[in-house]
């Protein structure tokens, strides 16, 4: 290495360095609360509950998109196991992706409210897909060294949903097909009807 090119790499090192130490403890924070995310977004994904468990609190509670509340690790894995396992499962697979809309909101330096996005591909068991995107807050709370999810509550668009869209297509084709049955059925009743009528008179005529 040239003296030219060693003087330079000195003088830039101590620059980097000295930009890593002053990060802010704010700023510290928000990057623990990224990795937090990272590792739970990935930890769902490959169906890892034991991981993601890992950095979920013993005490917390979750409302999901389809109304239920778990409480503490026990609810969380039976209702993951009544939805994603077993004969009777719900749900075959789903790809999650989280985006935050802002910087958590810190409320001292053990508790913030996190708040975002969620886009997911969902592919139930009678081989029905659809993508669903949903608006979730989450309260973090820091334990020891580490930060704990205490609490998450998810919902989507009431009004606006593939679900919403495909119950009601349901819907129309059972109302449709009823509308057909009824119809036939009144037909048969009709015709019948009449063929009384056209004996009774024929019967009339005769005598």
């Known amino acids: 290495m040239s003296a030219r090119l060693a003087l330079l790499v000195a003088c830039l090192l101590p620059v980097s360095v000295g930009a890593e130490e002053k990060m802010t403890p704010e700023e510290e924070v928000h990057k623990e609360l990224r ?49 994603m396992e077993g004969p009777n499962k719900t749900v075959d697979a789903v790809d999650t992706k989280t985006e935050v809309d802002d910087l958590t909101v810190l409320h001292g330096d053990r508790n913030g409210v996190a708040f975002g996005t969620m886009e997911q591909h969902f592919k139930l068991t009678d081989g029905t897909e659809f993508d669903l995107k949903s608006w979730w807050t989450a309260d973090v709370v820091k334990e020891g060294d580490g930060w704990k ?16 869209g495909m119950v009601s297509r349901r819907v129309g084709w059972v109302a449709g097909g009823g509308g057909v049955v009824v119809g036939i059925l009144l037909g048969i009743v009709g015709a019948t009807y009449l063929r009384r009528k056209k004996d009774a008179a024929a019967a009339g005529g005769a005598k």
């Open 35 to 83: 990795a937090l995310r990272a590792r739970m977004t990935d930890a769902f994904n490959k169906r890892d509950l034991d991981s993601l468990l890992k950095d979920v609190h013993p005490k917390v509670v979750v409302t999901w998109q389809n109304g239920e509340r778990s409480r503490g690790h026990k609810g969380i894995r039976d209702y993951y196991a009544r939805m």
């Open 149 to 164: 999810l205490a609490a998450f509550h998810v919902s989507a668009d009431l009004f606006n949903n593939p679900i919403l």
